[in-house]
């Protein structure tokens, strides 16, 4: 027998084995712009003299004991603090962390959806994420998600498939995920080997993101770190919020400046926690809420708010330039999990934010600093052909 510690309890049944509803609950409730992943410690309250695969098996009944031991092979699980092998033996006290997969859920559905594709090989897709489109089927939306979309890809247009880890839950090759309007680059695995290895990698923090957001307000200083807990919204269901109390968890994002304009800032974000909506909170706690992000303090911007009167312009000075967040993931960087070779990848702004920071440009600039810190190539990633 094992108990788990007090913050792993709620993902057991009444024999203490993993409750799949209850660890689908939390995968829903994961941060949108990051990986999701859930971990459970166990601590053996006896001597089991039995292996750690063994183990792992009888308390995680929907994973397979290949899944499982590819679990332990990639490094998921650690005894003691200490990387284990499938073999390792358990004792007493012995105290097991584990990062979960999702669990079972429902069949997938191929839909097709168009896709943004910016690379593929056999063992990865990267592609650059539409506004108004969630990564994966969720309880609400059963279909028209971006998993629907790759499914029909690789059966109509492309070959090979996504990886099989989480694909009952309907998640089968999802890395990390964004939010629905926020844009951009985003991987997926086509094999479980590229996924667990591609996991480790953004759970260890080993990947390099970068944001593009378009702000209310001159942003001052040029470059600075944001370093505020958040949590969970003390009175709003499924909301967040800036946390200053024991709920609240490290969340860390590094901004710089890479255009100011009258009233508008663009800045490039580089987060080092991943927090549900940790730019936009962030944001708006130092007072330059995201434009369009109606949500946390944002609003959508008409031609009539960028254009002075008087200026001739192509567009109803009533038109609407973008009514959802200006939040764009523009760069992605990870070592190829099979080559182990880096590689970096590049998303063009969508037409919405693009025609934003254009205009903004041309009735509105005031200055474009160099910074030494700041990576996106500005004028490759504005550039674009569609809407």
Request: charged fraction near 25%; aromatic fraction near 6%; include cysteine.
């Amino acid at each position: 027998m094992s108990s788990p510690r007090n913050r792993s309890k709620k993902f057991l049944d009444g024999g203490g084995n993993i409750d799949t509803d209850a660890l689908f609950r939390a995968y829903e409730e994961q941060g949108d712009e990051e990986n999701a992943s859930v971990e459970v410690t166990f601590t053996i309250t006896k001597n089991l003299n039995r292996r750690l695969d063994s183990y792992l098996a009888t308390r995680i009944p929907f994973l397979s004991r290949t899944s499982i031991k590819r679990l332990v092979a990639e490094e998921f699980v650690l005894v003691n603090g200490v990387i284990p092998k499938g073999s390792t033996k358990l004792h007493k006290d012995d105290v097991i962390n584990i990062v979960l997969p999702p669990p079972p859920s429902s069949e997938l559905i191929a839909e097709e959806i168009p896709l943004k594709i910016i690379y593929e090989d056999h063992d990865l897709i990267v592609i650059n994420k539409d506004d108004d489109i969630i990564v994966h089927p969720a309880r609400s939306n059963k279909s028209g998600t971006i998993i629907n979309a790759l499914a029909w890809h690789f059966q109509h247009v492309s070959d090979g498939s996504l990886s099989t880890v989480g694909e009952e839950f309907a998640r089968p090759g999802v890395v990390h995920r964004l939010d629905r309007h926020t844009t951009g680059a985003m991987v997926a695995a086509k094999t479980d080997t590229a996924h667990w290895r591609l996991s480790k990698q953004f759970e260890n923090r080993k990947t390099r993101k970068r944001y593009l957001a378009v702000v209310h307000g001159e942003v001052e200083p040029l470059t600075d770190v944001i370093d505020v807990p958040l949590g969970k919204h003390p009175t709003k269901r499924d909301g967040y919020a800036v946390r200053w109390d024991d709920t609240g968890k490290p969340s860390v994002t590094v901004f710089h400046v890479r255009e100011q304009y009258e009233g508008f800032t663009l800045l490039e974000l580089d987060l080092k926690t991943g927090r549900t909506h940790q730019i936009r909170l962030h944001l708006q706690h130092l007072g330059y809420p995201i434009v369009g992000d109606d949500i946390y303090g944002g609003k959508h911007i008409k031609v009539l708010d960028i254009v002075p009167r008087g200026i001739e312009c192509e567009k109803e000075r009533t038109d609407f330039v973008i009514q959802r967040q200006a939040l764009h993931a523009g760069y992605l960087a990870f070592a190829h999990p099979i080559t182990e070779t880096p590689v970096e990848f590049t998303a063009h702004l969508h037409g919405d934010m693009a025609e934003l920071v254009k205009m903004l440009r041309k009735h509105r600039f005031k200055k474009a600093p160099l910074l030494p810190d700041a990576i996106i190539d500005l004028e490759a990633t504005i550039q674009y052909s569609d809407s």
